[in-house]
C-alpha cells in the first residue's frame, strides 16, 4: 500500500500493480481498493494500475466539510503519482465521480463508464427527496447500520430478508465503517436521482472519448440511464454485455476495458513504465 496526499492534506491510500500507461479504478458506494482487485489483476499485464480506497474508506483519511471538487483532487493526486496522464474506470457512482474529474479538465485521455446509477424516467420510482437528508439523520444519531440498510433496500432494491443474512455475515463490519460515504455518494449523484432528465450542460466539457455500458440483465431504469448519459455527452459510445448485472463479473469487465483503452496503451509502447 502507497499513499499519495490530496490537495487538502488528506491522505488517499492506494495499490499499484502491473506495467503499461495508467488506469485509475474508482470503486462505487461502500466499495474499498480491495474491490477492485481481480479486476486489476486481469489488467495489470498491460497497464498500471491504481486502485485506492476514496477519502473516507479503508486506509484513506477523511476532512470535513465534505465536497465533490476534493474527491476530483483526490483523483488529480494520483494522476499526478501516475506520471501526470491517466485512463480512468468507474463504477456506478464512481463512474459518475470520474465524470466529473474529466469535466473538469483532468487529465484523462478516455473514460469507462458502467452503470452510472442515473434515474431519469419512470421505469423505476426515484429515490425519496429526502434520501440524502435521512440517510444524515441516520448517520448523525450514529445509527450507521441502519443506514446502509437503508441505501441497500431503498436505492439498490435489496429485498429486506437478503439484507438481514447480510447483517450476519463478516462483511458487515466493513460496510458499516464506510456507512458515512454513502452521503458523499448521493452529493455525487446530485439530482439524478428523481426521476428527472440528465443536466447536460454539468458536463459539456467533457468531450474525450467515453464509453457508457451496461449489462443486459441489469434493470430498465439503469439501461436507459447509460443511453441517456450517452445520448448528452460529446464523444461517447454505448455498449451492453449480455448476461451481465450491476455487479459484473471481472472476466466480462477486463476484456471491454482492455479494448477501448488498448490504442492509446499501445501508441505509448511496451516499454512504458510508472
Not at 84 to 105: D, I, K, M, P, T
Not at 121 to 134: A, I, M, N, T
Not at 157 to 175: C, D, F, M, N, Y
Not at 181 to 202: C, E, H, K
Amino acid at each position: 500500500m502507497n499513499k499519495v496526499v490530496s490537495r487538502d492534506g488528506t491522505e488517499i491510500a492506494y495499490e499499484k500493480t502491473g506495467y503499461g500507461f495508467p488506469l485509475i479504478l474508482v470503486g462505487g458506494a461502500l466499495s474499498d481498493r480491495s474491490a477492485a482487485v481481480p479486476l486489476a489483476t486481469l489488467l495489470a499485464p498491460q497497464f498500471t494500475v491504481f486502485a485506492y480506497d476514496r477519502r473516507g474508506r479503508g486506509d484513506s483519511g477523511d476532512t470535513a466539510p465534505y465536497a465533490v471538487e476534493h474527491e476530483v483532487e483526490d483523483i488529480q493526486a494520483l494522476i499526478a503519482e501516475a506520471g501526470g496522464s491517466a485512463f480512468v474506470f468507474g463504477h456506478s457512482s464512481g463512474s459518475v465521480l470520474a465524470l466529473e474529474a474529466a469535466a473538469r479538465g483532468l487529465a484523462v485521455p478516455k473514460l469507462a463508464m458502467y452503470e452510472p446509477p442515473f434515474r431519469i424516467d419512470r421505469s423505476s420510482p426515484p429515490l425519496p427527496k429526502d434520501y440524502r437528508e435521512h440517510l444524515g439523520e441516520l448517520l448523525t444519531s450514529s445509527r450507521r447500520g441502519e443506514a446502509v440498510e437503508y441505501f441497500m433496500t431503498t436505492a439498490v432494491g435489496v429485498p429486506p430478508e437478503a439484507v438481514a443474512q447480510i447483517r450476519r455475515s463478516p462483511t458487515w463490519a466493513k460496510l458499516e465503517s464506510a456507512a458515512h460515504t454513502l452521503v458523499y455518494d448521493q452529493t455525487i449523484m446530485d439530482n439524478a436521482t428523481t426521476g428527472t432528465s440528465l443536466p447536460a450542460a454539468r458536463w459539456a466539457n467533457a468531450t474525450l472519448p467515453v464509453l457508457v455500458f451496461d449489462g443486459g440483465a441489469s434493470p430498465a431504469w439503469m439501461r436507459n440511464a447509460v443511453q441517456a448519459l450517452v445520448d448528452i455527452l460529446p464523444s461517447a459510445k454505448r455498449l451492453s454485455l449480455e448476461g451481465q448485472t450491476h455487479r459484473i463479473d471481472p472476466a466480462a469487465l477486463a476484456p471491454v476495458l482492455l479494448e477501448f483503452f488498448g490504442s492509446a496503451q499501445t501508441a505509448r509502447g511496451p516499454d512504458a513504465r510508472h
